[in-house]
């Protein structure tokens, strides 16, 4: 039976040492799972708004934050960062309308502006800047759609890094605000009917009450005419008997036909709806109607549609379906599945454009219609490179590269000639050439062969002492390939080594590599993790006490899980806005749609599965765990803080160590999208601060 109101705990958690915790009560809560008890006695601090949490937040928060401002050094670690970061970046741009679209961000502005420009040479002009939407520069813009006659954008805006979006409408050319306005709207985008008189979008109800925590049910299709309140909007489609289900609504580039792509959660499977419009009685044939693949759609031409699938092929392939013969015995192969894993596509000049990882990293492939190989984009290196989008008419496209020692580059592609062009390559005050970039491969528990990318200054002594920051993911299909990161760079001039395992569960391998690392497989994941961590000290990287682990959302719960396996393994560990309860994830926002990857403890099975790993629920009192800090916000409303907070406590009261076991609270924030550049800045001086300490690195 659960008892929703813990009692106070007469004895305060106070440890030995420096660092006198918060008081933490511990409540009497017990569930009872297919037979087994399980105590939650902090389940009072999932409420966020209640004046205990409250009250227990600005305590931690009390500790935490003086802790990192005395760590010596930690000012001139600021000063470099704002340095380093204090340098242009521009999105890839893309065209539309006649028209040039692209963010830009001088150095230290909050949030990015986006621009338009009739010419690449010529001086742009502002679209949307969030910077003037709030003082502090926590209203972030979430994503934005222009009209196919080039005449609006539709654009929505994010506050203090919530999922929620607001949607609104602008001019272009006049900068003018319509007066549209939609609200409610999370997990969707806008896209333009082919006449620009308006819209399709997806939104959920409005929540009674604790938006921020709230289940995310019964998600509608809507179509938003131009200069109509939202109550006017149109439902295009909804599945009431379905309340998991989600919808994004696209059209096709000639405007002939409307698509519903069905989703239902985060596993990698989606239906495939779609009608005729010149057809004004047309109803919403299914074109897949099987909940088994991954179906993405990437162009039609005519009354054949060329989809991106794992259909038959878990590396990726590329099909083509007539809306004529739709039957699946009639589905045509036009790129078959490769040793390489295939992420995307787009067709541009009559010809496809395949982005593939090999080993993790880029390679750009160029097919025709046919399915044949013509040539591949040659990249700058083993790195990350994304863009190639357009129109199938389009004589020219854009694409962003980027590696470990390497800042975002954009460069302007001649799709006839096949020639790239540097279009913006940003000035940052670092030396890539003085860093060494390897990629290792390391067997498992069970003996699969992990790759991992390793990097650190050049003639580096292996000597097993230098400071290591192992970072991983490990879950939902997500592939980390390489990327340049501002707080990375400062790590490795500090001497330090950056370790990113490409753990399963991830999409590195495809479907298959995925599959291995989810509901009963979940431990593969762990097991991935400590062998990338035991590899490391095996081969002279690093030790055990300058080891530091790392990981956010699906990442933190890595962290926290192996953190509770093996505290023995690592000096310090940082679990950021981690899922810390895996017994009651499902039951907050859109955390019933990650039972795809979990499973869920309504299942005995997978039950015995969570409880197993479960951070929050294996924590043993009277271990010494790594110095932690467990970092979440108080706006986050994809996981809520209310995991870190349990976790914390729960850790502050097993915690057998006089080494700090802290949590960081940033308020104002959110899971992480849409920090403004200063938040972010004092983040990553606090985390670089925090490992300095734990792994007794020297600051200059």
Same mark, same amino acid.
């Given at each position: ?119 690449? $040479?010529? @001086?742009?002009?502002? /679209?949307?800047?969030? =910077?003037?939407?709030? *003082?502090?520069?926590?209203?972030? !813009? #979430? ?62 109800? $409005?929540? @009674?009450?604790?938006? /921020?925590?709230?289940? =995310?049910?019964?998600? *509608?299709?809507?179509?938003?005419? !131009? #200069? ?473």
């Amino acid at each position: 039976m659960t008892k929703p109101d813990p009692k106070p705990d007469p004895t305060p958690v106070v440890k030995a040492g420096k660092y006198p915790y918060p008081n933490a009560k511990r409540g009497d809560v017990v569930d009872n799972y297919h037979g087994t008890s399980v105590a939650d006695p902090y389940r009072w601090l999932e409420n966020p708004d209640s004046a205990e949490t409250k009250k227990w937040i600005a305590a931690q928060n009390a500790i935490t934050f003086p802790f990192l401002k005395a760590v010596p050094g930690r000012d001139k670690l600021s000063k470099r960062l704002t340095k380093l970061w204090n340098y242009e970046r521009f999105g890839t741009p893309y065209k539309k309308g006649g028209r040039y679209f692209y963010s830009h961000n001088s150095g230290l502005q909050a949030q990015s502006i986006v621009y338009w420009t009739k010419s690449l $040479k010529a @001086k742009p002009k502002v /679209l949307l800047d969030p =910077n003037t939407l709030s *003082k502090d520069g926590t209203v972030a !813009l #979430g994503g934005y759609s222009i009209s196919e006659n080039g005449k609006y954008v539709a654009y929505s805006i994010q506050k203090a890094g919530s999922d929620w979006q607001e949607w609104y409408v602008r001019n272009i050319k006049t900068g003018k605000q319509l007066s549209d306005k939609i609200e409610w709207v999370k997990f969707s985008s806008a896209r333009w009917s082919k006449d620009s008189k308006g819209f399709y979008y997806s939104r959920y109800p $409005k929540p @009674k009450n604790a938006a /921020l925590r709230k289940a =995310n049910f019964f998600q *509608k299709v809507y179509y938003h005419k !131009l #200069g109509t309140p939202q109550s006017a909007d149109k439902v295009i489609y909804e599945r009431p008997d379905k309340k998991k289900w989600g919808f994004g609504a696209f059209v096709s580039d000639d405007g002939r036909y409307l698509f519903i792509s069905v989703w239902k959660g985060t596993g990698n499977k989606n239906l495939i709806y779609y009608k005729d419009l010149r057809r004004k009685k047309a109803k919403f044939t299914p074109l897949v109607d099987k909940w088994e693949n991954n179906f993405s759609f990437i162009d039609s031409i005519g009354t054949t549609f060329y989809f991106f699938t794992d259909y038959n092929a878990p590396r990726g392939r590329i099909i083509a379906i007539n809306a004529r013969r739709p039957d699946r015995k009639n589905w045509k192969q036009v790129v078959a599945q490769s040793k390489d894993t295939l992420r995307g596509a787009n067709i541009l000049g009559r010809k496809i454009y395949a982005n593939y990882m090999k080993d993790a990293y880029s390679a750009i492939r160029i097919f025709n219609l046919k399915g044949k190989l013509a040539k591949e984009v040659k990249l700058p290196g083993i790195g990350s490179a994304g863009g190639f989008g357009g129109r199938r008419n389009a004589k020219e496209t854009f694409y962003s590269y980027t590696s470990y020692t390497t800042p975002g580059q954009i460069y302007h592609y001649n799709v006839r000639t096949g020639k790239s062009t540097l279009w913006r390559k940003p000035k940052v005050d670092f030396d890539g050439s003085k860093y060494a970039v390897k990629q290792v491969f390391f067997k498992s528990k069970d003996g699969t062969k992990v790759p991992m990318f390793i990097t650190h200054k050049k003639g580096l002594k292996l000597d097993g002492k230098n400071p290591t920051f192992l970072y991983g993911y490990g879950g939902f299909n997500v592939s980390l390939t390489p990327y340049f990161s501002i707080r990375s760079s400062v790590w490795l001039e500090l001497g330090g080594v950056l370790a990113i395992p490409n753990l399963r569960g991830g999409g590195e391998y495809g479907e298959e590599w995925h599959q291995q690392g989810i509901k009963l497989k979940k431990q593969n994941v762990f097991d991935d993790f400590i062998g990338a961590a035991e590899w490391l000290i095996s081969n002279k990287y690093t030790s055990s006490p300058k080891l530091a682990i790392a990981g956010g959302s699906n990442g933190g719960l890595l962290v926290g899980a192996v953190m509770a396996q093996r505290p023995e393994l690592f000096g310090a560990a940082l679990p950021a806005v981690g899922v810390m309860d895996m017994l009651r994830f499902h039951k907050f926002t859109i955390g019933w749609a990650w039972v795809d990857d979990y499973g869920s403890s309504a299942n005995p099975a997978q039950f015995k599965a969570l409880h197993a790993y479960s951070p929050y629920h294996n924590l043993k009192k009277g271990t010494r765990y790594p110095t932690t800090m467990v970092t979440t916000a108080d706006h986050d409303d994809r996981v809520v803080p209310g995991h870190s907070f349990k976790f914390a406590a729960a850790l502050q009261h097993a915690h057998a160590g006089d080494n700090p076991v802290l949590i960081r609270i940033q308020v104002k924030a959110g899971h992480g999208a849409g920090k403004p550049t200063k938040m972010r800045i004092a983040e990553a001086a606090d985390v670089l601060a925090f490992l300095s300490r734990a792994l007794k690195m020297p600051l200059p």
